[in-house]
Protein backbone atom coordinates (compact mmCIF):
# COMPACT_ATOMS: atom_id res chain seq x y z
CA UNK A 1 0.00 0.00 0.00
CA UNK A 2 1.68 3.35 -1.44
CA UNK A 3 1.71 6.54 1.28
CA UNK A 4 -1.58 8.35 -0.43
CA UNK A 5 -3.58 5.16 -0.13
CA UNK A 6 -2.18 4.82 3.42
CA UNK A 7 -3.08 8.96 4.39
CA UNK A 8 -6.56 8.50 2.12
CA UNK A 9 -7.68 5.40 4.89
CA UNK A 10 -6.34 7.46 7.92
CA UNK A 11 -8.14 10.75 6.59
CA UNK A 12 -11.33 8.39 5.98
CA UNK A 13 -11.48 7.15 9.77
CA UNK A 14 -10.50 10.45 11.33
CA UNK A 15 -14.25 11.55 9.89
CA UNK A 16 -15.74 8.01 11.32
CA UNK A 17 -17.70 7.89 14.86
CA UNK A 18 -17.08 4.62 17.59
CA UNK A 19 -20.69 3.48 18.91
CA UNK A 20 -21.07 3.41 22.48
CA UNK A 21 -22.92 -0.29 21.77
CA UNK A 22 -20.55 -3.37 22.62
CA UNK A 23 -21.84 -4.53 18.92
CA UNK A 24 -20.18 -1.92 17.10
CA UNK A 25 -18.00 -0.89 19.12
CA UNK A 26 -15.09 -1.89 16.81
CA UNK A 27 -16.93 -0.96 13.71
CA UNK A 28 -16.39 2.70 11.94
CA UNK A 29 -19.89 4.67 11.50
CA UNK A 30 -20.30 7.67 9.29
CA UNK A 31 -22.27 10.16 8.89
CA UNK A 32 -24.12 10.09 4.80
CA UNK A 33 -23.03 13.38 2.92
CA UNK A 34 -26.50 14.17 2.74
CA UNK A 35 -26.93 14.80 5.66
CA UNK A 36 -27.40 18.46 7.37
CA UNK A 37 -24.34 17.41 10.06
CA UNK A 38 -21.81 16.11 7.84
CA UNK A 39 -18.92 18.70 7.28
CA UNK A 40 -16.33 18.64 4.41
CA UNK A 41 -13.91 19.90 7.16
CA UNK A 42 -13.17 17.38 9.84
CA UNK A 43 -11.81 19.38 12.29
CA UNK A 44 -16.18 20.86 12.22
CA UNK A 45 -17.22 17.63 12.63
CA UNK A 46 -19.78 17.00 16.31
CA UNK A 47 -17.73 15.16 18.87
CA UNK A 48 -20.88 12.85 19.76
CA UNK A 49 -24.10 12.31 17.73
CA UNK A 50 -26.75 9.93 18.07
CA UNK A 51 -28.90 8.09 15.15
CA UNK A 52 -32.16 6.05 14.13
CA UNK A 53 -30.37 3.38 12.19
CA UNK A 54 -27.61 1.98 10.09
CA UNK A 55 -27.17 0.98 6.69
CA UNK A 56 -24.29 -0.53 5.11
CA UNK A 57 -23.44 0.24 1.35
CA UNK A 58 -20.52 -1.41 -0.41
CA UNK A 59 -17.65 0.40 -2.88
CA UNK A 60 -14.59 0.16 -4.41
CA UNK A 61 -11.67 1.16 -3.52
CA UNK A 62 -9.80 1.28 -6.44
CA UNK A 63 -6.73 0.54 -4.49
CA UNK A 64 -3.30 -0.83 -6.31
CA UNK A 65 -2.59 -4.23 -6.52
CA UNK A 66 -6.16 -4.94 -6.00
CA UNK A 67 -8.30 -7.91 -6.68
CA UNK A 68 -11.39 -9.03 -8.91
CA UNK A 69 -12.49 -8.66 -12.32
CA UNK A 70 -12.69 -5.06 -12.23
CA UNK A 71 -9.21 -4.55 -10.47
CA UNK A 72 -10.31 -2.87 -7.10
CA UNK A 73 -11.38 -4.43 -3.93
CA UNK A 74 -14.99 -4.29 -1.94
CA UNK A 75 -14.72 -1.86 0.48
CA UNK A 76 -17.85 -1.95 3.28
CA UNK A 77 -19.50 1.60 4.50
CA UNK A 78 -21.46 1.71 7.90
CA UNK A 79 -23.44 4.95 7.87
CA UNK A 80 -26.03 6.68 10.06
CA UNK A 81 -29.29 7.89 9.67
CA UNK A 82 -31.19 9.85 10.85
CA UNK A 83 -28.36 11.61 12.56
CA UNK A 84 -28.40 14.86 15.70
CA UNK A 85 -26.12 16.25 17.11
CA UNK A 86 -25.55 15.79 20.65
CA UNK A 87 -23.98 17.90 23.48
CA UNK A 88 -21.68 16.16 25.19
CA UNK A 89 -23.04 17.95 28.35
CA UNK A 90 -26.54 16.89 28.32
CA UNK A 91 -24.98 12.88 28.50
CA UNK A 92 -24.83 12.96 32.57
CA UNK A 93 -28.45 14.30 32.72
CA UNK A 94 -29.86 12.26 29.91
CA UNK A 95 -28.14 9.14 30.57
CA UNK A 96 -29.96 8.98 34.31
CA UNK A 97 -31.18 5.60 35.24
CA UNK A 98 -29.07 3.54 32.86
CA UNK A 99 -25.12 2.56 33.13
CA UNK A 100 -24.02 4.81 30.10
CA UNK A 101 -22.12 6.91 31.97
CA UNK A 102 -20.17 6.41 34.95
CA UNK A 103 -19.07 9.00 37.58
CA UNK A 104 -15.86 8.39 39.54
CA UNK A 105 -15.22 9.78 42.94
CA UNK A 106 -14.28 13.71 43.40
CA UNK A 107 -10.46 14.13 43.32
CA UNK A 108 -9.44 15.05 47.31
CA UNK A 109 -9.30 18.67 46.10
CA UNK A 110 -12.83 18.49 45.78
CA UNK A 111 -14.50 18.33 48.69
CA UNK A 112 -18.10 17.23 48.25
CA UNK A 113 -20.21 20.04 49.21
CA UNK A 114 -24.13 20.13 50.80
CA UNK A 115 -26.66 20.97 48.51
CA UNK A 116 -29.88 22.55 50.27
CA UNK A 117 -32.20 22.48 47.62
CA UNK A 118 -31.59 18.89 46.42
CA UNK A 119 -31.03 17.61 50.24
CA UNK A 120 -28.13 16.01 48.71
CA UNK A 121 -24.45 15.73 48.98
CA UNK A 122 -23.07 16.69 45.59
CA UNK A 123 -19.20 16.74 44.11
CA UNK A 124 -17.47 17.63 41.09
CA UNK A 125 -16.03 14.76 38.98
CA UNK A 126 -15.36 13.68 34.91
CA UNK A 127 -17.65 11.36 33.98
CA UNK A 128 -16.99 8.40 31.53
CA UNK A 129 -19.53 7.38 29.01
CA UNK A 130 -20.17 4.62 26.91
CA UNK A 131 -18.30 1.10 26.39
CA UNK A 132 -15.05 3.04 25.56
CA UNK A 133 -15.35 5.14 28.48
CA UNK A 134 -15.25 8.88 26.74
CA UNK A 135 -14.12 11.29 29.56
CA UNK A 136 -16.37 14.40 29.68
CA UNK A 137 -15.81 18.17 30.73
CA UNK A 138 -16.37 18.20 34.47
CA UNK A 139 -19.55 18.11 36.04
CA UNK A 140 -21.39 17.96 39.22
CA UNK A 141 -23.70 15.32 40.28
CA UNK A 142 -25.02 13.87 43.61
CA UNK A 143 -22.59 12.03 45.10
CA UNK A 144 -24.94 8.71 44.97
CA UNK A 145 -24.58 8.98 41.65
CA UNK A 146 -20.50 8.17 41.97
CA UNK A 147 -19.15 4.91 42.51
CA UNK A 148 -17.95 6.33 45.98
CA UNK A 149 -20.73 4.20 48.09
CA UNK A 150 -22.97 5.06 50.31
CA UNK A 151 -20.81 4.41 53.41
CA UNK A 152 -18.99 7.82 51.98
CA UNK A 153 -22.18 9.16 51.41
CA UNK A 154 -23.20 9.22 54.80
CA UNK A 155 -19.58 10.16 55.87
CA UNK A 156 -19.63 13.31 54.09
CA UNK A 157 -22.80 14.65 55.10
CA UNK A 158 -22.18 13.67 59.11
CA UNK A 159 -19.00 16.24 58.88
CA UNK A 160 -21.27 18.62 56.97
CA UNK A 161 -24.05 18.12 59.58
CA UNK A 162 -21.54 18.51 62.75
CA UNK A 163 -19.79 21.69 60.56
CA UNK A 164 -23.04 23.83 60.42
CA UNK A 165 -23.27 23.41 56.75
CA UNK A 166 -26.64 21.27 56.48
CA UNK A 167 -29.28 23.22 58.95
CA UNK A 168 -28.39 26.67 59.87
CA UNK A 169 -28.51 27.33 63.76
CA UNK A 170 -26.16 29.01 66.35
CA UNK A 171 -26.70 25.70 67.95
CA UNK A 172 -23.93 24.10 65.98
CA UNK A 173 -21.28 25.96 66.65
CA UNK A 174 -21.66 25.76 70.22
CA UNK A 175 -21.65 22.21 69.58
CA UNK A 176 -18.48 22.27 67.73
CA UNK A 177 -16.80 24.09 70.95
CA UNK A 178 -17.73 20.91 72.98
CA UNK A 179 -16.13 18.00 70.91
CA UNK A 180 -12.62 17.53 71.19
CA UNK A 181 -11.89 16.05 67.65
CA UNK A 182 -12.95 17.86 64.46
CA UNK A 183 -15.47 16.17 62.35
CA UNK A 184 -13.20 16.28 59.64
CA UNK A 185 -12.00 13.29 61.04
CA UNK A 186 -14.96 11.80 59.79
CA UNK A 187 -14.07 11.59 56.41
CA UNK A 188 -10.64 11.99 57.06
CA UNK A 189 -9.55 8.48 59.35
CA UNK A 190 -12.37 5.69 58.03
CA UNK A 191 -11.51 3.88 60.85
CA UNK A 192 -11.11 6.13 63.95
CA UNK A 193 -13.09 4.57 66.79
CA UNK A 194 -15.49 7.84 67.30
CA UNK A 195 -15.87 8.56 63.71
CA UNK A 196 -17.21 4.99 62.46
CA UNK A 197 -19.05 4.93 65.74
CA UNK A 198 -21.21 7.61 64.38
CA UNK A 199 -20.85 6.25 60.95
CA UNK A 200 -22.47 3.18 61.98
CA UNK A 201 -25.13 4.49 63.93
CA UNK A 202 -26.74 7.06 60.79
CA UNK A 203 -25.86 3.52 58.29
CA UNK A 204 -27.74 1.42 60.32
CA UNK A 205 -30.54 3.90 59.67
CA UNK A 206 -30.03 4.89 56.11
CA UNK A 207 -29.29 8.76 57.31
CA UNK A 208 -27.36 10.39 53.85
CA UNK A 209 -29.33 13.61 53.71
CA UNK A 210 -31.59 16.36 55.82
CA UNK A 211 -35.02 14.50 54.89
CA UNK A 212 -33.87 10.66 56.30
CA UNK A 213 -31.94 12.29 59.97
CA UNK A 214 -35.36 14.20 60.32
CA UNK A 215 -37.27 11.71 59.75
CA UNK A 216 -35.35 9.36 62.16
CA UNK A 217 -35.43 12.06 64.78
CA UNK A 218 -39.35 12.27 64.68
CA UNK A 219 -38.98 8.67 65.82
CA UNK A 220 -36.03 8.56 68.40
CA UNK A 221 -35.34 12.11 69.52
CA UNK A 222 -31.86 10.73 71.20
CA UNK A 223 -31.00 9.63 68.01
CA UNK A 224 -26.77 10.02 67.63
CA UNK A 225 -26.84 11.57 71.19
CA UNK A 226 -25.26 8.85 72.73
CA UNK A 227 -22.53 8.85 69.92
CA UNK A 228 -21.92 12.13 69.78
CA UNK A 229 -21.24 12.35 73.74
CA UNK A 230 -18.48 9.83 73.16
CA UNK A 231 -16.98 13.07 71.42
CA UNK A 232 -17.01 15.81 74.35
CA UNK A 233 -13.63 16.87 75.52
CA UNK A 234 -14.47 16.31 79.51
CA UNK A 235 -15.69 17.03 82.27
CA UNK A 236 -19.65 18.44 81.68
CA UNK A 237 -18.73 19.04 77.89
CA UNK A 238 -21.01 15.22 77.47
CA UNK A 239 -23.99 16.95 79.27
CA UNK A 240 -23.51 20.22 77.25
CA UNK A 241 -23.60 18.21 73.94
CA UNK A 242 -26.59 16.34 74.83
CA UNK A 243 -28.54 19.70 75.72
CA UNK A 244 -27.64 21.23 72.66
CA UNK A 245 -28.64 18.47 70.51
CA UNK A 246 -31.70 18.36 71.79
CA UNK A 247 -32.28 21.68 70.65
CA UNK A 248 -31.06 21.02 67.38
CA UNK A 249 -33.84 18.08 67.30
CA UNK A 250 -36.03 20.40 68.61
CA UNK A 251 -35.08 22.76 65.60
CA UNK A 252 -35.24 19.94 63.32
CA UNK A 253 -39.12 18.89 63.76
CA UNK A 254 -39.98 22.52 64.25
CA UNK A 255 -38.75 22.58 60.24
CA UNK A 256 -40.98 19.52 59.80
CA UNK A 257 -43.75 20.92 60.79
CA UNK A 258 -44.27 23.87 58.86
CA UNK A 259 -43.42 21.66 56.05
Known amino acids: MDKDTR??????LRASYQSSTSALRRTPLYIPR?????QREIRRLPTFVCYNDIV????ATGATGATGATGATKRTTVHMRGVTIVNQTWLPAITVGTTLCEFPPPAATDAPQYN????TMT??????????????PLTTVALSRTTIG???ECRWFLRCLLEGKVIATPQFLLLKQELK?????????RFHGLGLQLVNVALEHDVVNLASLKARLAVDPRFMATALKMWAK???AAENIEEIWRKVVVCCLKNVNRK
Do not use: K, M, N, Y
Not at 116 to 119: S, W, Y
Open 7 to 12: RAQLRR
Open 116 to 119: ATRD
Open 234 to 236: GGG
Open 34 to 38: SSFVS
Open 181 to 189: ISPAIITHS
Open 123 to 136: CVTRPRFGTHRWEL
Open 56 to 59: TSEG
Open 150 to 152: VEQ
